[in-house]
């Protein structure tokens, strides 16, 4: 069993930041990629950033220069730090791992979504 637990959702005024988390737990070998995707009522699910486990990091086009995410491989955790945040950037916000929960089995694990509203 494998979980992923996200905390720091919110409500913000625009311009401002939050910061969310995300905890993986459970029967894991190693973590490959993890990310964070995001979902708007009516709208497919979309790709914010992710890392790999070396660090190599890439974001959507909309969150360039305002969204940073980092990973602690020591403690399987992501996070995403978000500043300068628009109205736009509303959404149910999502946390993923890409994982080996043994030496010859991977898939995809997703978090149970955290709500960020940006109020303008």
């Known amino acids: 069993q494998v979980q992923l637990v996200e905390s720091g959702g919110g409500l913000v005024q625009a311009g401002g930041s939050l910061r969310l988390s995300c905890t993986v737990s459970g029967s894991i070998f190693t973590i490959n990629t993890m990310g964070w995707y995001r979902q708007c009522p009516g709208k497919e699910r979309e790709l914010v950033a992710r890392i790999t486990d070396e660090g190599t990091t890439n974001y959507v086009d909309s969150v360039k220069g305002r969204f940073t995410i980092s990973r602690d491989n020591a403690k399987n955790t992501v996070a995403l730090q978000m500043n300068s945040l628009k109205p736009e950037d509303t959404a149910v916000y999502y946390c993923?791992?890409?994982?080996?929960?043994?030496?010859?089995?991977?898939?995809?694990?997703w978090g149970q979504g955290t709500q960020v509203t940006v109020s303008s």
């Open positions: 993923n791992a890409d994982l080996h929960y043994s030496p010859w089995y991977r898939r995809d694990y």
